[in-house]
């Protein structure tokens, strides 16, 4: 796919990976739909995308709620005419062990809100904006580009139950909409970052840090550009779908 000129959605596109997603479609002529729930991170990416002569608008969207998800692709599409692409990678965290054990006894386990939230969000939302997304491209007849931000801890995370589950969903989602959007023109594939160095890990004691990069041979944090450049490998290789590209500077979990 040439980007410029065609119209993607991204969501959680405020901060961190989202805004760095943006900024290089953008860059390379790509017209942004920008979902998030954060007015004032979104606004602050939508005058990034904007210097590089693009076309932008912003949306309030919970991408867990399906009427704000059916609402806004349709808004998308009234103000820009069309829908090429989209990126899923809002999400959230909420890290528990299954359960908790002091001394023989268990203290505490991870609660069923927590499971809900980040599988409502993460994969739920995904779900939502992808089969949205999709109705839109088939009916507009010029086929289309769907990429899942997935994550390494989809084999398995210790601490994160809900996180490895959604981010394993989300991966295979994937291959299934691959298969099943094919024939209409639409390709999917999904991206599945390391360690990467978001405003989250930046903020954390370099001690910490020190112990996050030393099991990755590449010895550091990936930069959230580095996620986009493989968003944009995947948009403009045409012969690239159903599959995931690891960035991850060779960890193994």
């Not at 505490?108 to 779900?127: E, H, K, P, T, Y």
Request: glycine letters at 10%; aromatic letters at 6%; proline letters at 2%.
């Amino acid at each position: 796919m040439d980007l410029s000129n065609k119209t993607v959605v991204v969501t959680g596109a405020g901060r961190g990976i989202g805004r760095a997603i943006s900024l290089e479609l953008a860059r390379h002529g790509a017209n942004i739909a920008l979902f998030d729930l954060n007015t004032a991170d979104v606004e602050a990416t939508h005058a990034q995308c904007e210097r590089e002569s693009v076309r932008v608008r912003d949306y309030c969207v919970n991408v867990a709620m399906e009427d704000e998800v059916s609402g806004a692709m349709a808004k998308v599409v009234a103000d820009f005419g069309r829908l090429d692409g989209l990126v899923n990678n809002a999400g959230i965290v909420k890290d528990s062990l299954l359960v908790k054990v002091k001394d023989g006894v268990v203290t505490s386990r991870m609660s069923l809100d927590q499971w809900n939230a980040v599988i409502s969000v993460n994969l739920g939302g995904a779900f939502l904006c992808a089969r949205e997304a999709a109705v839109h491209m088939i009916e507009g007849g010029n086929g289309g580009v769907i990429v899942n931000i997935s994550s390494i801890s989809r084999t398995g995370n210790a601490g994160q139950t809900n996180y490895s589950a959604a981010k394993a969903g989300i991966e295979s989602m994937g291959v299934v909409w691959a298969k099943e959007l094919a024939r209409y023109g639409i390709r999917v594939g999904s991206i599945a970052p390391g360690f990467t160095r978001t405003e989250i890990l930046a903020s954390m004691r370099p001690e910490v840090l020190e112990k996050l990069t030393a099991p990755v041979p590449l010895r550091r944090l990936g930069q959230p550009e580095e996620i986009a450049h493989a968003v944009r490998f995947i948009f403009e290789n045409d012969f690239f779908t159903g599959r995931c590209l690891d960035i991850d500077g060779g960890l193994r979990l």
